[in-house]
């Protein structure tokens, strides 16, 4: 399985567990112990494998480079870097006096042998740095350079992925070089290791700042039920996050009114929107279908109603904290007279309860599945409604995961749901994969896809100069072809119990939240 597929693989993966109650176990005495929930088994932590939850790893390893609020790129075990002018030599200087928690040296040894396991490997080649890499080597004990087949403008990004691009003790590997244990630098050791907890304590040699506890409880609690009274108890300290341990904007407004419980929410990185079939022949290829179909929707009403406010309307393809995601554009106010004046312009036809052209009815096919995208039915129910007043019909066939698997990739469908990857593999992930007709994004499907938009697509992937204008040449063109109906960015949404003093987010979505988190003594 590929990375691209990893949204999907982790709601299958929660849709397949059997609904429990919180584990009957005690945790750590006292509040020392910061008590997370989560969806799914953390597994071995294999940084070559697409087979383990992503969030625990980043408790365990570091990056080069982290990503940090907006985007912005700070020092990790990298102190600084450069990028030579022509953008095929970077180098790195590496931090001095670290080392993994087995007290291995990291080392430009240790660095150049970790990124050798995926730099050029096939399984790789959709991060661009890994595919551009000619070789890797050392200047001296502290000093890493790559040199690059061809420029990587998103490399340095990259880094601050999770898998692959992370570090293991050379150690931890048997003879054929296959991972046997999870460890790295970072500021946690796992201790316990099962299906239902995993146990980390404070890595009493980690080089940065010291956590403010010193262990972390991750208990596996599948049903968002359990977790929700588990939080009430004092049985666990946080839950929430897509990565984690999802918490509905319905259950968080349930929670709300509980003495002890807080939510907090803050604007999202990922984007819901329509994606329209790129099949030649469908409906949706005539852009007045797509133009009516963009102002007959009210996105408002959707963040207020379905989301619970814990959404923002949004008419571009990003959010703004997505670095490089383009000018601002005014989120539409429904129209429905509108809606009916573009089908009229572009050649359709009111005929009784619907719209014809050339004889061809006006009918939607609308591909949901509640276990890629939980509470996609309830949306495409009242956005069925919404455009049903324009006079669209629409046919929602709600599916099972292995089935959108097989039909979104087939472009079997008008309409279907599509989220973006979010911070940090944005603007590049989603744009990368989604848009581009000759990339195979295997499940994923295509958001939109035309010729005319691929070497636009390409040109602002690959720009290494004023990447701004070639990055809004990407969104000028999806605007003016009307080729994506974003609808709403989900705000990020936890939910923290008494125990929590101070509780802040890191930046992205699939980091564990640690950092900043102060708990009660």
């Not at 112990?33 to 697409?50: F, H, M, R, W, Y």
């Not at 004990?141 to 690059?148: A, C, E, N, P, Q």
């Amino acid at each position: 399985m590929n990375e691209i597929s990893r949204r999907n693989f982790m709601l299958a993966s929660a849709g397949a567990i059997v609904a429990a109650s919180l584990p009957g176990r005690v945790v750590a005495a006292g509040h020392d112990s910061l008590k997370i929930a989560i969806l799914v088994e953390t597994g071995n932590l294999d940084l070559l494998q697409n087979i383990s939850g992503l969030n625990t790893y980043t408790l365990v390893f570091d990056p080069l480079i982290r990503y940090g609020a907006g985007g912005e790129l700070q020092p990790a075990l990298a102190e600084s870097w450069e990028v030579s002018e022509d953008g095929l030599t970077l180098t790195f200087k590496l931090r001095e006096g670290v080392t993994f928690s087995d007290g291995t040296p990291f080392d430009a040894d240790a660095a150049k042998w970790n990124i050798e396991r995926w730099a050029g490997v096939p399984d790789f080649s959709w991060i661009g740095i890994a595919d551009a890499m000619e070789s890797v080597s050392t200047d001296g004990t502290h000093g890493l350079v790559f040199k690059l087949k061809r420029p990587a403008p998103a490399g340095l990004m990259e880094l601050a992925f999770i898998r692959p691009v992370r570090f293991l003790s050379p150690k931890a590997v048997d003879a054929t070089g296959n991972q046997t244990a999870p460890v790295g630098t970072g500021p946690w050791v796992i201790t316990e290791n099962d299906n239902s907890h995993t146990k980390l304590v404070r890595n009493e040699t980690y080089w940065g700042p010291a956590p403010a506890f010193s262990s972390v409880e991750l208990l596996v609690v599948p049903d968002e039920l359990a977790r929700a009274n588990g939080l009430r108890a004092g049985d666990l300290d946080i839950i929430g996050g897509d990565w984690v341990s999802p918490l509905s904007p319905r259950r968080a407004r349930a929670l709300e009114s509980d003495g002890g419980v807080t939510i907090y929410n803050e604007p999202g990185t990922t984007t819901m929107l329509l994606g329209y079939s790129p099949a030649p022949t469908a409906i949706v290829a005539d852009k007045a279908v797509r133009d009516a179909i963009y102002v007959s929707i009210d996105r408002a009403a959707m963040a207020k109603v379905l989301f619970e406010g814990y959404a923002d309307p949004i008419a571009d393809l990003f959010p703004a904290i997505i670095p490089l995601s383009g000018t601002r554009h005014e989120v539409p106010t429904r129209d429905i007279a509108a809606a009916k004046a573009l089908l009229t312009a572009g050649g359709w036809t009111e005929a009784g309860q619907g719209w014809e052209k050339n004889g061809t009815p006006l009918n939607l096919r609308f591909l949901v599945s509640e276990e890629s995208l939980p509470g996609s039915r309830r949306i495409a129910e009242m956005i069925q409604g919404m455009l049903t007043e324009a006079g669209l019909k629409v046919e929602i066939s709600s599916v099972d995961n292995a089935t959108m698997h097989e039909r979104r990739p087939a472009f079997d469908y008008d309409l279907t749901f599509f989220t973006t990857y979010g911070a940090p593999y944005d603007p590049y992930g989603s744009l990368g994969n989604m848009f581009l007709s000759n990339v195979d994004s295997g499940p994923d499907g295509k958001v939109f896809a035309h010729p005319d938009l691929d070497p636009i697509v390409t040109a602002g992937l690959q720009a290494t100069s004023d990447a701004d204008a070639a990055m809004q040449a990407i969104y000028d063109w999806l605007d003016a072809n009307r080729g994506i109906c974003p609808l709403v960015a989900a705000q990020r949404l936890w939910a923290y119990g008494p125990n929590v003093a101070k509780f802040t987010l890191p930046p992205t979505d699939y980091d564990m939240p640690f950092e900043g988190i102060e708990l009660k003594s």
